[in-house]
T-cell receptor, first 115, second 111 residues
Framework: AQSVTQLDSHVSVSEGTPVLLRCNYSSSYSPSLFWYVQHPNKGLQLLLKYTSAATLVKGINGFEAEFKKSETSFHLTKPSAHMSDAAEYFCVVSGEGDSSYKLIFGSGTRLLVRP | NAGVTQTPKFRVLKTGQSMTLLCAQDMNHEYMYWYRQDPGMGLRLIHYSVGEGTTAKGEVPDGYNVSRLKKQNFLLGLESAAPSQTSVYFC??????????FGDGTRLSIL
């Protein structure tokens, strides 16, 4: 069965420093992988998506993620954090087989950006 | 372009009451989903639909029913609300590519 593990429940960075949010997944084939962001009292917004076209995926707002099959990882990075990046981030893997219409969500990483 | 609209945004119910949450999308998406979000648990799929007139159970379907009579609408019903159903409910829709577009949520408290 597929699963997603976000390795940090909370990450705190200073404004202007790099961001790294870690995600490992488990899947028996090459899935689609997503990162979503959720700001307070809002729904989730798609940041980026991997579908096997390129291992380095660029998303909105300067975020990018690298798919590493050998490590089953899909970590999210940004070179320089902004205050507006403070939010909760979800790593997501697509379902397979009977679950092919579903997305499996990680438990989330809350990003705090200090002035 | 409204995207995905959920009504109501907030609701307080008493145990045993019933209610229906409405989700409407204007993107002509085939697939629609209902999730619940609880602290530390991410999002869990309640029910989903792959087209008008079809529904299927997700990860946590007990206590909920759904209907998709029109392509643009997906309704989530609670027949007899329980305190364990206190949560934030999100509706989403997508094409086959599963890039899901989310509504802003319905915050439901059951006393």
């Amino acid at each position: 069965a597929q699963s997603v593990t976000q390795l940090d429940s909370h990450v705190s960075v200073s404004e202007g420093t790099p961001v790294l949010l870690r995600c490992n997944y488990s899947s028996s084939y090459s899935p689609s992988l997503f990162w979503y962001v959720q700001h307070p009292n809002k729904g989730l917004q798609l940041l980026l998506k991997y579908t096997s076209a390129a291992t380095l995926v660029k998303g909105i707002n300067g975020f990018e993620a690298e798919f590493k099959k050998s490590e089953t990882s899909f970590h999210l990075t940004k070179p320089s954090a902004h205050m507006s990046d403070a939010a909760e981030y979800f790593c997501v893997v697509s379902g397979e087989g009977d679950s092919s219409y579903k997305l499996i969500f990680g438990s989330g990483t809350r990003l705090l950006v200090r002035p | 372009n409204a995207g995905v609209t959920q009504t109501p945004k907030f609701r307080v119910l008493k145990t045993g009451q019933s209610m229906t949450l409405l989700c409407a999308q204007d993107m002509n998406h085939e697939y629609m989903y209902w999730y619940r979000q609880d602290p530390g648990m991410g999002l869990r799929l309640i029910h989903y639909s792959v087209g008008e007139g079809t529904t299927a159970k997700g990860e946590v379907p007990d206590g909920y029913n759904v209907s998709r009579l029109k392509k643009q609408n997906f309704l989530l019903g609670l027949e007899s609300a329980a305190p364990s159903q206190t949560s934030v409910y999100f509706c989403a829709s997508s094409y086959w590519d599963r890039e899901e577009h989310f509504g802003d949520g319905t915050r439901l408290s059951i006393l």
